[in-house]
């Protein structure tokens, strides 16, 4: 079964277990879906109201790509678990054999792809989690605090998968421009992530 599929009580229990997959990457996956969900929900909650009729258009566009977001990080969780798989293989391949650094190199490479596209994802849906905090309606901007945090946790959780396959590329040119952008990432949109969640609760202090 799609992990999309399961039910939120079988993934947590499939994520609790010894099993490889899910792991960190599907549950960061997951979280920033989540998060991007919960931005599309102030913006539906926005669309149409009167009071906020001069953004409606912003408000719409937002809307729809948060849905997006949504969508492809949950395909990410999929694609994560599908990229681990040939690199558990290729860490079985006995040690004396010539092609392994290769085919070695060519795995943690692809492993790395789907959380790196995870950060950069969730970095979009901060950017939208910004716009939603500033123009959604008041009676869900609370919303889109706890999706930047959602986002935020998903980012930093992408990121460290990311490091964990660059960590022992031999290219390391590679690995050091993969790790360069995402502590990039990181450290800006981190920050953007904070600045949101602390702006909304200072509504409520």
Same mark, same amino acid.
């Given at each position: 079964?799609?992990?999309r599929e399961m039910t939120l009580a079988a993934f947590t229990d499939a994520l609790a277990s010894?099993?490889?997959v899910p792991g960190g990457g599907g549950a960061s996956a997951l979280a920033g879906a989540l998060g991007a969900a919960l931005g599309s929900m102030v913006g539906e909650l926005t669309l149409g109201k009167p009071k906020y009729a001069a953004v409606e258009e912003q408000m719409r566009a937002l809307t729809a790509r948060a849905k997006t977001l949504s969508e492809e990080l949950l395909a990410l969780a999929e694609e994560d678990a599908a990229?681990?798989?040939p690199l558990s293989r290729a860490y079985g391949i006995p040690k004396?054999?010539?092609?392994r650094a290769a085919e070695l190199e060519r795995c943690l490479r692809l492993a790395a792809e789907p959380p790196l596209r995870m950060v950069r994802l969730c970095c979009e849906a901060i950017g939208l989690m910004e716009g939603f905090a500033q123009m959604g309606s008041v009676l869900?901007? /609370?919303d889109a605090a706890a999706g930047a945090a959602l986002c935020r946790g998903a980012l930093f959780g992408a990121a460290v998968n990311v490091k964990v396959n660059t960590k022992s590329m031999a290219d390391r040119a590679c690995a050091g421009a993969i790790n360069d952008e995402v502590d990039r990432l990181t450290a800006e949109y981190g920050r953007r992530a904070e600045t949101v969640y602390e702006q909304v609760c200072g509504?409520? /202090?």
């Open positions: 079964m799609e992990m010894k099993k490889a990229a681990f798989l004396d054999d010539p092609g869900a901007v /609370s509504r409520y /202090s």
